[in-house]
């Protein structure tokens, strides 16, 4: 405890740059996960925690990133977000660039965060009885679907645990009883996160995405106001989105990946 | 200082009232991680100055008063 605790202290000396916003007990307990590793710097601190996946998942507290030696970790592949807002994106944009060229980074991909309030909609006539949603049953083929259709870098796949916790507003359509489309939202207070929106491929044209937006949109009148990150990359998905109303809050996702 | 904060936070949660609801803001779900990267942004414009990033936990982000603590503290 008292081994792990030095280096909560190390990170309250004067961080200037971190990808870690948890409490510091959070923040206690990963560093002492034993899955995790640790790379402790007179100028940072840096660990990273093992994913179900092929790679390691990298958090940095850097007190001044001129003076980090940058062979940390070399014989595993690391996957970094670092979430930053438009207006400090030229300040961030130089700490990228270090991760790049000095630590072998590459941008994999980036996000922005888009949102939109709540607006009534009439759905009184659109029949939504083929939507279910998901049993604790269905979450192990969910999560497979997760893993065929997602990106296991960047999309920050959910294990069947975090799955469990999302089942009550996890929508699902079915087909003789296989799944063929599903929308996992999950609620944090009065904003609800769209996390996935699929329809097989095999099933797009019944306007099951659609109605599932939908539902999504108007199942809980509590929820004040929805929340989807969405690629860069994603030119189609950006567009329904824009249709829908959404607008961008100002907050970029920059996912880096280390061979 | 404070209405600035309330301020800020409605902008960002405009679907709580932050006059009434004043604290535990995390464990309440009104902010989350996220949030906090664009309160440090509002706030370091808003007041002209750079928040340590070794302060930027969600323990001074969680009430009023953490804030106006984190923000008063920041240049001692």
């Known amino acids: ?259 | 200082m404070k209405n600035k904060i309330i301020e800020i936070l409605t902008e960002i949660r405009p679907e709580f009232d932050f006059n009434v609801d004043d604290t535990e803001f995390m464990s309440k779900g009104m902010l989350d991680s996220f949030d906090i990267i664009s309160i440090v942004s509002d706030i370091e414009d808003a007041f002209g100055y750079a928040i340590d990033g070794a302060k930027i936990l969600p323990e001074n982000f969680d009430s009023i008063a953490a804030i106006i603590n984190l923000i008063e503290t920041n240049n001692q």
């Open chain 1, 1 to 259: 405890m008292m081994f792990k605790q030095k280096y909560l202290e190390q990170i309250k000396l004067g961080v200037t740059c971190t990808n870690s916003y948890e409490f510091s007990e959070q923040v206690l307990n990963r560093l002492k996960q034993k899955e995790v590793l640790i790379n402790s710097q007179s100028k940072g601190l840096f660990f990273a925690e093992n994913t179900s996946y092929d790679f390691w998942r990298l958090y940095f507290y850097i007190q001044d990133i001129s003076q980090i030696e940058w062979n940390f970790f070399r014989d595993v592949p690391l996957v970094i977000e670092i979430v930053v807002r438009n207006s400090k994106k030229e300040l961030w944009d130089s700490t990228i660039k270090t991760f790049q060229n000095k630590g072998n980074f590459k941008v994999y991909d980036t996000f922005n965060r888009m949102f939109r309030d709540r607006i009534d909609m009439d759905v009184s006539g659109i029949d939504f009885s083929i939507i279910q949603t998901a049993q604790k049953q269905d979450l192990p083929i969910v999560k497979k679907l997760l893993e065929e259709n997602f990106d296991a870098y960047s999309d920050r796949i959910p294990s069947l645990k975090e799955l469990e916790k999302l089942a009550e507003t996890i929508f699902l359509i079915k087909e003789n009883g296989k799944i063929v489309a599903f929308f996992i939202t999950e609620r944090k207070g009065f904003t609800l996160e769209f996390r996935y929106w699929l329809v097989l491929e095999a099933y797009r044209g019944k306007r099951y995405g659609g109605l599932l937006m939908k539902r999504v949109l108007t199942f809980d009148p509590k929820i004040k106001r929805f929340i989807s990150w969405i690629s860069v990359d994603l030119e189609y998905s950006l567009t329904v989105h824009k249709r829908l109303g959404f607008k961008n809050d100002g907050l970029i996702n920059y996912v880096l990946h280390r061979k």
